[in-house]
């Protein structure tokens, strides 16, 4: 399973962007995936997860403001971030639990900074 996100950067507080994450090496439509974020110098923390059935969940500090979808046709999850914080400056990483395993997996985490 190879998991490739795409789409961090530098931004502006107030704006918005778009993160994608793109697996392969497995049936991506069986399987739960989503985004979790590590702050500097701070844990890993939960961004929010899709299910196969398209059911949503999302950490507290990123209701409202960040949307997660899935295409299975492209075996992409994105992440759209909008009205970013300073505060959301993180290394992204996707993550996929494998359906028939309960295995994770993790991508290697895009670099997103906000700036005030």
């Known amino acids: 399973v190879q998991l490739q996100a795409s789409g961090g950067g530098l931004v502006q507080a107030g704006g918005s962007l778009r993160l994608s994450c793109a697996a392969s090496?497995?049936?991506?439509?069986?399987?739960?995936v989503g985004w979790y974020r590590q702050p500097p110098g701070k844990q890993r923390e939960l961004v929010g997860t899709?299910?196969?059935?398209?059911?949503?969940t999302y950490g507290d500090s990123v209701k409202g403001r960040l949307t997660i979808s899935r295409d299975n046709s492209r075996n992409t999850v994105y992440l759209e971030m909008n009205s970013l914080k300073p505060e959301d400056t993180a290394v992204y990483y996707c993550?996929?639990?494998?359906?028939?395993?309960?295995?994770?997996?993790w991508g290697k985490g895009t670099q997103v900074t906000v700036s005030s």
């Open positions: 993550w996929l639990r494998g359906w028939s395993t309960g295995n994770v997996y």
């Open positions: 090496g497995v049936s991506f439509r069986l399987n739960a």
């Open positions: 899709i299910s196969s059935t398209g059911a949503t």
